[in-house]
């Protein structure tokens, strides 16, 4: 397809071309690239549709989705439009590849957690299920983004309590939203700084392999 993203594309090797297959969409953060999640889902390759998408702003030693003005807050016309892309993004594959539309899970770290949270208050129940690993909600998202309800959305949200480059607090912040909007909330929390801790990988699977089942 024609895209605006640079993006990597695993297919379930084993098709039946009468089935429908769930999807996840992995969202890197700030400084990495499409390459950098997709360990986090391998033995999810052969069962899933996995795009990992690439940012499209240039920011040494990878790429980055948005800008930002100042801490915890995005250029709004940027991640605007980035927003806007990752939602097309989506829906045209779905369109095009063997995607069960009721199976569609968001997974990102840093700035793809915060894209990823924003996306599913936008998409609403279309989405499945996230995994934010350390991440926060842009307050413009909350106050002034036209919101979808988010009661069958199962989230999976985590983070580091030595986390220098966003707070951990934020992290409690998106649970507790989440859970004031209905949806079914998986957090944890892990003695680490700002990364994925070998743990929070066991637990985000263990919820992805829970959720792609039922």
């Given at each position: 397809m024609n895209s605006t993203f640079t993006f990597v594309h695993s297919a379930p090797k084993t098709t039946d071309v009468t089935k429908k297959y769930p999807a996840i969409f992995l969202i890197h953060g700030m400084g990495s690239n499409e390459n950098d999640l997709v360990g986090l889902v391998s033995s999810l390759k052969e069962?899933?549709?996995i795009f990992s998408i690439r940012g499209p702003i240039a920011q040494p030693p990878g790429y980055a989705?948005?800008?930002i003005e100042g801490y915890g807050k995005p250029h709004r016309a940027v991640f605007d439009q980035v927003i806007k892309d990752l939602q097309a993004f989506i829906e045209a594959n779905v369109e095009e590849h063997s995607i069960d539309p009721e199976q569609l899970f968001l997974l990102g770290f840093s700035q793809g957690a915060i894209l990823s949270q924003s996306l599913a208050l936008i998409m609403g129940n279309k989405i499945k299920g996230i995994v934010?690993?350390?991440g926060y909600?842009?307050?413009?998202?909350k106050e002034e983004y036209a919101r979808q309800?988010?009661?069958n959305l199962n989230a999976f949200i985590s983070h580091g309590?030595?986390?220098h480059v966003l707070p951990y607090e934020w992290g409690v912040a998106s649970k507790e939203y989440f859970t004031e909007q209905g949806a079914n909330v998986t957090f944890k929390s892990y003695p680490v700084a700002h990364g994925v801790a070998a743990d929070n990988?066991?637990?985000l699977l263990a919820f992805l392999n829970k959720n792609l089942v039922e």
């Open positions: 069962t899933c549709h989705f948005f800008t934010a690993l350390s909600i842009p307050a413009f998202v309800p988010v009661n309590e030595l986390d990988h066991r637990d």
